[in-house]
């Protein structure tokens, strides 16, 4: 397990999963999710796209 210091009360932390402070309660300032949602968007709708581009050239 690593080790991670609270920026608030300088206490070590650790859980390597924990995004509150299990002492003072603020944040650790870690990333709560893996994805943005902007990302997964973008995404999707060019698959979305590349798929409606593939179906209309199939059907010509």
């Known amino acids: 397990m690593?080790?991670?210091i609270c920026p608030h009360c300088?206490?070590?932390?650790?859980?390597?999963?924990?995004?509150?402070?299990l002492y003072c309660g603020e944040?650790?300032?870690?990333?709560?999710?893996?994805?943005?949602?902007?990302?997964?968007?973008?995404f999707i709708v060019i698959v979305l796209l590349l798929s409606f581009l593939a179906l209309a050239i199939r059907t010509f």
Do not use: M, N, Q
């Open 27 to 42: 944040s650790l300032g870690r990333p709560k999710y893996f994805l943005k949602p902007r990302i997964v968007f973008i």
């Open 2 to 4: 690593s080790e991670h």
């Open 10 to 21: 300088k206490k070590p932390i650790y859980d390597d999963e924990a995004l509150l402070c």
